[in-house]
C-alpha cells in the first residue's frame, strides 16, 4: 500500500474517494500532490474541501505533546479574532514567538515599534509570555530574515511548529522561509483565500541537524465575517494591497456605512474623527442616520454589497451600543475585514452581521 502524502495540503493520498481529502486519479510511489492541490497551484481554483475544526484541535493537541518551539501567527488586518483565546490557552507552557502576519496591509506610514508595543500590550492583558514578537509579511516577504535568525537563536536543536487560526498565513510564512532559504522558487505548500486550505500536518526537512518546520490546519474562528458569506465575497472583503484609510469628520446624526457589512451610527456632542481601514473595494459611504432604513432597504446586497443577493437569505443583523469617553483613540474591529478607528467621544450603534464579532481596543495606529 501507498502512503505518500500530499506535499500541498498533508493529506495521505488515496485514488479511491474523489470527494475526500488526497484524492489522486492515479496514484504512484512518486505521487506528490492531490487533485485539490495540483488544482489551485495550476489553474488557481479554491479549495471545496476544507479542514474542519475537529481536525485542527486533534493536531494541535499532538503539537502541544511535542518539544518544539511554535510560532504563533497572527493577523495584523483581523488581530482581535486570530489573537483566539483557545490557541492562548493551548500554548501557555510552550515556548511561543508571536509573529504578526500581513503587516504589508497597514499604511506604510504605520511605526512598526508602537505596533509592535500595542502587541506586547495585548499578551500582557491576557498574562501570555512569549519570547519574542515579529510584524512580518509572508507575502512580501517583509522582515523575514529577523524572524529566520530568531528561530535559530530559540530553536535549540527542535522542531519548529506554525500554528494559528485559519488564514492567518501559516502556510504563506514557510513558503516564504524556504524561498528565502533554500533555491526553490516555486510554493511548496497550498494557500489560499478559503479559511482551512491546510488539511493535515506537512512536516519539512529543514535545518541541518535534522529537524523539521511543520505546518499545522488552522482553528476556523466561527465569528469571522468569511464565515457568514460564499467565496464570491471573499475577494472584495480581503485587501490585496496597502490600504488607504479613509478619513470623515462625524457630526451627530451621521452614519458610516461599510458596504452591506456593518454600520456605525454616531451621536456626538462635538464633531468627532473617523478613520476606516479596510480593503479598497469595499464601498463605504457616509450619509444622514435619518436615511440608513431606506439605504438599507434598497440598495443592501446592490450598491451595499457584499453580502451579494444569493447570501441575503441566510444573513441577519444585530445592533451593539459602544460608548466612547473621548480619552484615548480606539480601534472598533471587524472580524475578518478590517477596523475603524475613532477619535472623540461618542455614542455608536453598530449594525453588524449576526454572528460576526465586533471588538473594541486601544487604537492599534
Ligand atoms: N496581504 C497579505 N496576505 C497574506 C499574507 N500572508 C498570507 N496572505 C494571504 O492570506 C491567505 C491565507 O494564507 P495561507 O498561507 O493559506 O493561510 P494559512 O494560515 O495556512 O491558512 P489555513 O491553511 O487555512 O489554516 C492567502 O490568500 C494568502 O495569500 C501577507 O503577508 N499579506
Ligand atoms: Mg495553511
Redesign the pocket.
Same mark, same amino acid.
Given at each position: 500500500m501507498i502512503l505518500n502524502k500530499c506535499n500541498g495540503c498533508g493529506s495521505i493520498l488515496q485514488d479511491t474517494e474523489p470527494d475526500k481529502p488526497g484524492f489522486i486519479p492515479k496514484l504512484t510511489t512518486t505521487s506528490e500532490y492531490c487533485q485539490r492541490c495540483f488544482r489551485m497551484k495550476h489553474y488557481n481554483e479554491l479549495p471545496k474541501i476544507v479542514a474542519s475544526n475537529s481536525d485542527y484541535e486533534k493536531v494541535i493537541d499532538d503539537v502541544m505533546d511535542k518539544n518544539g518551539l511554535v510560532i504563533f #501567527?497572527v493577523d495584523l488586518f483581523s488581530f482581535k479574532s486570530t489573537f483566539n483565546k483557545k490557541m492562548i490557552e493551548k500554548l501557555r507552557k510552550k515556548d511561543v514567538i508571536l509573529v504578526a %502576519? /500581513?503587516y504589508?496591509?497597514l499604511p506604510k506610514s504605520t511605526n512598526p515599534a508602537s505596533v509592535v508595543d500595542w502587541l506586547s500590550k495585548e499578551c500582557e492583558k491576557f498574562s501570555f509570555k512569549v519570547i519574542a514578537i515579529h510584524l512580518i =509579511? *509572508? /507575502?512580501?516577504g517583509y522582515f523575514i530574515d529577523d524572524l529566520i535568525m530568531n528561530i535559530e537563536n530559540f530553536r535549540r536543536g527542535r522542531d519548529v511548529y506554525f500554528v494559528?487560526c *485559519? %488564514?492567518?498565513? /501559516?502556510? =504563506?510564512l514557510i513558503n516564504s522561509i524556504i524561498r528565502r532559504m533554500t533555491p526553490k522558487t516555486e510554493d511548496v505548500i497550498s $494557500?489560499? #483565500?478559503i +479559511?482551512? $486550505?491546510?488539511l493535515n500536518e506537512i512536516r519539512l526537512l529543514f535545518f541541518d541537524d535534522g529537524k523539521y518546520l511543520i505546518d499545522t490546519?488552522?482553528l476556523i474562528n466561527e465569528g469571522d465575517i468569511l464565515n457568514r458569506l460564499l467565496p464570491k465575497s471573499y475577494e472584495k472583503i480581503l +485587501? /490585496?494591497n496597502e490600504i488607504k484609510p479613509i478619513t470623515y469628520q462625524i457630526k451627530t446624526g451621521n452614519t458610516v456605512l461599510l458596504a452591506g457589512l456593518a454600520s456605525l451610527s454616531f451621536e456626538c456632542e462635538e464633531d468627532i474623527s473617523v478613520i476606516v481601514y479596510v480593503s479598497k473595494d469595499l464601498y463605504i459611504q457616509r450619509s444622514k442616520t435619518a436615511n440608513l432604513e431606506h439605504l438599507v432597504k434598497t440598495q443592501t446586497g446592490k450598491l451595499l454589497n457584499p453580502p451579494v443577493e444569493e447570501e441575503l437569505s441566510k444573513i441577519f443583523y444585530a445592533h451593539k451600543k459602544v460608548s466612547l469617553d473621548g480619552l484615548k483613540k480606539k480601534s472598533i474591529w471587524f472580524a475578518g475585514f478590517g477596523f475603524v478607528s475613532v477619535i472623540g467621544k461618542c455614542e455608536i450603534d453598530i449594525r453588524y452581521i449576526d454572528k460576526s464579532e465586533v471588538y473594541v481596543t486601544n487604537a492599534i495606529i
Open positions: #501567527i %502576519n /500581513k504589508d496591509l =509579511s *509572508a /507575502k512580501k494559528g *485559519a %488564514n492567518v498565513g /501559516k502556510s =504563506s $494557500t489560499s #483565500i +479559511p482551512g $486550505t491546510t490546519p488552522g +485587501p /490585496k
